[in-house]
């Protein structure tokens, strides 16, 4: 996020200064770029603003949380509005600034989640357009006989509706790309290299990996083959249909821009996690905003813990078994008896009670349906969902997808997954998958073994093989980057800082210029789900799930980790794609 801000900032004081010579002709004639500055004149006085507050508080006074709290509220809603209404790469970036938990303050994170799923949708008539070209000579009601109008949810490339099958009956989510997706990617792109050429040349490389991974998104037919293989793979692995379940897509009615998949029950994760929390906030006398706000304060002054240290899934399990059956003795023994044994006497007594009173009083009482039967309330305690468990399924998930599958989820973020009522988590989005070689998959593994062994001679051993370049060549300041991109942001590593802080330290007593690019989506990943389980107050070190899978797939190769040496990484080399930088 950093290089894009600074990106960000720079095109901004070029729009500034008065959008003159070719930036000005661009603006009239290219609709790519129109839609970058547009995006970073949004940004540049909210950017302007937020500085000028920290040279305040930094030479002038200190600022307080609640003015800090009041210029967030003044601009995250309308500027995250903007990003959605931009859609394209503008609204995907706003997805990924959505994890960043420890760093924005609540109205940011509050407003980009809406990024996830809440992005302004398309009429049903542009919808029923595109379903209809899909399936040429067919009307949607020939297809399905019901279809709701009001969308799922609805992301940066398109909106998922619920309907049923025609033919079987059966309902269906159906996923429509937006008319325009293609073209905004194409031109937003576009538009980004242009900046990137002229004010961060570092970020070409890494744009020309998204672009690729974009156009392979925007190919539902890409997404739908993905789904038959991962739902295949978590079958194998014995993940489905114990913890999980991946959507089965409907090939004949699957097309480039219309995905037809089972309908898999629940809310989105964060929000059925979140519906939770916030009836629970509410018993104690307080809000769910309030206890994320302490949460986020205590990480401030405290650093993100390096694991988390709360009741483990099973002592959570024994504590929703035990209050189901304290709620079944006492539904069947108490207030069931009760209800058959007493309630009609209570009722009897009171219907003759309310005869005898003056038919002539004037005065209205209203009374429960609880008073007017007699019955008490049958007990329904809310039973917690059980957050370890669901965090070590996530993470030995996506652990197999990247070390034993090399097929994985790149973009695991909060709308990607459901909360199915039995507690098991819904699989369903997989637009935005990596596949690696079979090499990237088997160094993935020696990495993750190493990061859990914590053996940074062989992993300053793979950087310097690997091609990775810094100004002084310190293995410690490599090591943290690593731990920092693929595994934690405990205060083992961080020291406490936070992430700005941390990684500018970083760049003083070290910066890179040139690091192969080949895991830059499985560390998006690593860090898309770092965020989703700090988000359920849950903060995780990948390793600790991780290196244990990539041992037990490299003993599995008949690659044990200890025959690594330098014959042996060269021989399982991948092929590199360097990425010159500055670092940032």
């Known amino acids: 996020m950093s290089a894009y801000a600074k990106l960000g900032a720079k095109a901004a004081g070029t729009i500034l200064a008065g959008g003159t010579g070719v930036g000005g002709y661009l603006y009239a004639t290219d609709d790519g770029m129109k839609r ?8 540049a006085p909210v950017i302007l603003h937020y500085r000028m507050t920290e040279l305040k508080n930094k030479y002038i006074s200190s600022v307080s949380e609640e003015e800090w709290e009041a210029l967030d509220e003044t601009y995250a809603k309308r500027t995250v509005e903007k990003l959605g209404r931009l859609q394209g790469m503008y609204s995907k970036y706003g997805q990924t600034a959505a994890g960043l938990t420890n760093t924005l303050g609540d109205a940011w994170i509050r407003e980009l989640r809406t990024l996830e799923n809440e ?5 049903l008539s542009v919808v029923r357009k595109t379903i209809e070209e899909e399936t040429p000579g067919r009307r949607l009601e020939d297809t399905f006989s019901s279809f709701d109008a009001k969308p799922l949810g609805s992301a940066s490339i398109g909106q998922v509706h619920r309907a049923t099958l025609r033919s079987t009956g059966q309902e269906v989510a159906v996923k429509v790309q937006y008319p325009e997706a293609q073209e905004l990617f194409t031109k937003d792109i576009h538009a980004i290299r242009f900046l990137c050429e002229k004010f961060a040349p570092e970020q070409v490389c890494t744009l020309e990996a998204l672009e690729g991974q974009n156009k392979a998104e925007l190919d539902y037919t890409n997404e739908a083959q993905n789904l038959l293989e991962i739902g295949t793979n978590m079958a194998k692995h014995g993940f489905q249909p114990k913890e999980c379940l991946v959507p089965k897509p409907f090939g004949e009615l699957s097309t480039k821009r219309m995905l037809v998949m089972e309908l898999l029950p629940g809310p989105k994760l964060i929000d059925g996690m979140r519906a939770f929390y916030a009836a629970y906030a509410k018993k104690q006398g307080t809000t769910l905003k309030r206890m994320e706000t302490v949460a986020r304060k205590k990480f401030e002054e405290e650093g993100i813990p390096d694991k988390y240290d709360g009741p483990s899934a099973a002592q959570i399990a024994s504590y929703q078994r035990m209050m189901k059956l304290r709620d079944g003795l006492v539904n069947t023994f108490v207030i069931g008896g009760y209800n058959v044994l007493v309630a009609p006497v209570v009722r009897l007594f009171a219907k003759n009670h309310n005869n005898s009173k003056d038919n002539t009083s004037t005065t209205t009482s209203t009374t429960s349906k609880a008073e007017a039967t007699g019955k008490i309330e049958y007990l329904r305690t809310t ?12 993470m030995r998930i996506h652990g197999y997808q990247l070390l034993v599958d090399g097929l994985f989820n790149a973009d695991p973020h909060g709308g990607n997954f459901l909360l199915l009522p039995d507690g098991r988590i819904g699989l369903i989005d997989y637009g935005a998958t990596k596949r690696l070689s079979t090499n990237e998959r088997i160094s993935a593994c020696v990495m993750f073994v190493a990061l859990q062994r914590k053996d940074k001679d062989k992993l300053w051993q793979m950087a310097t093989m690997a091609g990775y370049k810094s100004k002084y060549m310190n293995p410690d300041v490599y090591y943290k980057l690593v731990q920092f991109g693929y595994d934690t942001w405990g205060k ?16 003083a007593k070290d910066p890179y210029y040139e690091t192969p690019d080949n895991f830059v989506l499985a560390s998006f990943m690593s860090v898309r789900l770092r965020a989703l389980t700090l988000g359920m107050n849950h903060p995780v070190k990948c390793s600790e799930y991780w290196g244990e899978i990539a041992e037990a797939e490299l003993n599995r190769l008949g690659l044990p980790y200890e025959s690594w040496d330098e014959a042996q990484l060269t021989k399982y080399q991948p092929e590199l794609n360097i990425q010159k930088s500055d670092f940032y």
């Open 36 to 43: 970058s500055f547009q995006a970073y004149s949004t940004f």
């Open 119 to 123: 992005i302004p949708p398309r009429p």
């Open 383 to 394: 039973i917690p969902p059980n957050t370890p468990r669901i965090v070590d399924s996530l």
């Open 492 to 507: 083992e590593v961080t020291g406490g800082m936070n992430v700005q802080q941390f990684m500018d330290d970083l760049k």
